[in-house]
Nanobody, 115 residues
């Protein structure tokens, strides 16, 4: 079992920055893929960024160049630094972790970007 707790969301003006954090506990290891999805009202959940063993990262086109995903294995924590935020980035952001063929989710953290 893996438990994930996100933090760092909030209200920010367009052009601002936020850093989301996701702390993992339970049977999580440094090689487990982890990352972030987001879901805006009325839309499907979409991948924002992911990081896998060896530090390989992938990003959605919508956030590429504005966001950086990183991982501190000693703290079992994944971060998502988001810069130059836009109103269309408004969504609930969910952390995920893959382990033994299962995907675990956090409870989500709200990000609201005002224009």
């Amino acid at each position: 079992q893996v438990q994930l707790v996100e933090s760092g969301g909030g209200l920010v003006q367009a052009g601002g920055s936020l850093r989301l954090s996701c702390v993992a506990s339970g049977s999580i290891f440094s090689m487990n893929p982890m990352g972030w999805f987001r879901q805006a009202p009325g839309k499907q959940r979409e991948l924002v960024a992911g990081i896998i063993s060896g530090g390989i990262r992938n990003y959605a086109d919508a956030v590429k160049g504005r966001s950086t995903i990183s991982r501190d294995n000693a703290k079992n924590t994944v971060y998502l630094q988001m810069n130059n935020l836009k109103p269309e980035d408004t969504a609930v952001y969910y952390c995920y972790a893959d382990q033994m063929g299962n995907r675990y989710w956090g409870q989500g953290t709200q990000v609201t970007v005002s224009s």
